[in-house]
């Protein structure tokens, strides 16, 4: 059987319930949800959509930093809005935060994040 691998980074936001930042099986990272939590307050980093998208990626790139990896690794990512007039926002944050990488990508609405975030993203990454 083949090991799980628990991934931690303390500039991410630590895991507030029962999961971790991100698992490693079978040579592929999958990250927890993030939101825009500032990881040394644990609070969002403000009620706008810009700062908290800005935030996630940092986030995001701290986990994948954590694993050895980078965004040139990731091989999906979920997207979660709340408002779907944000999204080409996003898109435009997201587009930066990649550079020329295009990974596949899912977008969608939902009625509520936790802590009233505006924006949550999860990724799939592949690891050496």
């Known amino acids: 059987m083949k090991e799980i691998q628990v991934i931690h ?9 029962p999961y971790s930042q991100a ?7 999958y990250t927890s949800g993030q939101i825009g939590l500032d990881p040394a307050a644990g ?3 403000g009620e706008g959509v810009e700062l908290q998208a800005r935030q ?6 701290a986990v994948l930093d954590a694993a050895g990896v980078s965004v ?6 979920n997207i979660y809005l709340t408002d779907m007039d944000d999204f080409p926002l996003v898109n435009a944050i997201y587009a930066d935060w990649l550079a020329e990488h295009r990974p596949a990508r899912a977008t969608v609405a939902v009625a509520a994040l ?11 990454a592949r690891v050496a």
């Open 23 to 29: 698992m490693v099986h079978d040579g592929l990272l």
């Open 114 to 124: 936790p802590l009233a975030a505006k924006v949550e993203m999860d990724l799939i």
């Open 9 to 17: 980074s303390d500039q991410a936001p630590k895991a507030v319930g």
């Open 43 to 45: 609070v969002l980093v």
């Open 56 to 61: 996630v990626t940092r986030n995001l790139s």
């Open 72 to 77: 040139s690794d990731i091989i999906k990512v």
